[in-house]
């Protein structure tokens, strides 16, 4: 979480005394992001181009890992989540900036053929996609990957998806963006589906930085998401990992709400089923195990 106003007179100063030799960096990318927003018409558009010059300068530094470990770890660390909060290989899951499939990779490798989609507003990032798939050997699990313009799913069928999941994408997206996802993200959602996504965190003003990084308030991302008939959760678990932003977890109206542990859940289901049998069960059951696979922006 992020209380400082990052955009603020008083804390650039006090990050470019801390830090003398990003202030060269920063003007760099402060010049170019200007000349970017100066050619292009709206902020996907914008967003696209920031991409396409991130990505000439390498895709594991595009989505925002410092190095391969860290590109490794970041993907890991999604998947997991996801997987210990119920994915199956039959779920179909939808990815919102898969990017050149940091986490993807893993979810392609655990899901059924075919159950993979990834959809990203840069093409250039969706080149790198297939050289992930190709250097993993992922072809045969036949994975759909899709360049789009908005956050509409206009090419996506009705009630398809069981998770969908958006990592450190409206980190980089202004409130009208976040909008349009919550407005039509519901439609491609299974009734008992759920969307997971990550986002920079403030208690403070809200505030974006170069027009890259966006910070909000909880509240104002779940108020959106209730405006849209959406439910939102904020995810108190994903607190307790190395991830610089917070996770909210969407569901539709009637779904099961999301449970922030959901061994411990299974665990008390057990517990309230022993007693109405009429015995205490003196020993929790061991924790369901996953099946291990070796495994954007990064934060």
Not at 42 to 53: E, G, K, L, N, T
Not at 115 to 140: E, K
Not at 257 to 264: E, L, S, T
Request: net charge positive; glycine share 6%.
């Amino acid at each position: 979480m992020h209380n400082n106003n990052r955009a603020s007179i008083v804390h650039q100063l006090g990050y470019a005394i801390r830090h003398p030799g990003r202030i060269s960096p920063h003007l760099r990318r402060l010049t170019r992001n200007a000349w970017l927003r100066l050619r292009t018409r709206d902020h996907v558009d914008y967003y696209r181009a920031v991409m396409r010059s991130d990505v000439a300068r390498g895709s594991e530094a595009a989505v925002g890992s410092k190095s391969h470990a860290r590109w490794l770890a970041m993907g890991r660390l999604q998947f997991d989540y996801l997987v210990r909060h119920g994915l199956k290989p039959d779920h179909r899951l939808l990815e919102i900036g898969c990017g050149n499939l940091r986490a993807g990779r893993l979810f392609i490798d655990y899901l059924d053929a075919g159950n993979y989609y990834g959809v990203d507003i840069s093409p250039d990032i969706l080149i790198a996609a297939q050289d992930t798939l190709s250097d993993h050997d992922l072809r045969d699990k036949l994975p759909h990957l899709m360049p789009v313009r908005d956050l509409r799913f206009a090419a996506l069928p009705d009630e398809t998806f069981d998770v969908v999941h958006a990592h450190s994408v409206f980190s980089h997206s202004p409130l009208h963006v976040i909008e349009e996802c919550f407005r039509h993200v519901g439609r491609i959602m299974k009734p008992d589906g759920w969307f997971d996504f990550t986002f920079d965190r403030t208690e403070g003003q809200e505030h974006q930085v170069l027009r890259e990084d966006f910070y909000y308030r909880t509240a104002t991302l779940t108020a959106l998401a209730e405006k849209h008939g959406l439910r939102a959760a904020f995810m108190d678990d994903w607190e307790k990992l190395p991830s610089k932003q917070s996770k909210i977890r969407i569901t539709l109206p009637g779904a099961a709400r999301p449970a922030d542990d959901p061994g411990q859940e299974r665990q008390e289901r057990r517990r309230r089923a022993a007693g109405q049998a009429g015995h205490v069960e003196h020993r929790d059951a061991p924790a369901e195990r996953h099946r291990a696979v070796t495994h954007d922006r990064d934060l």
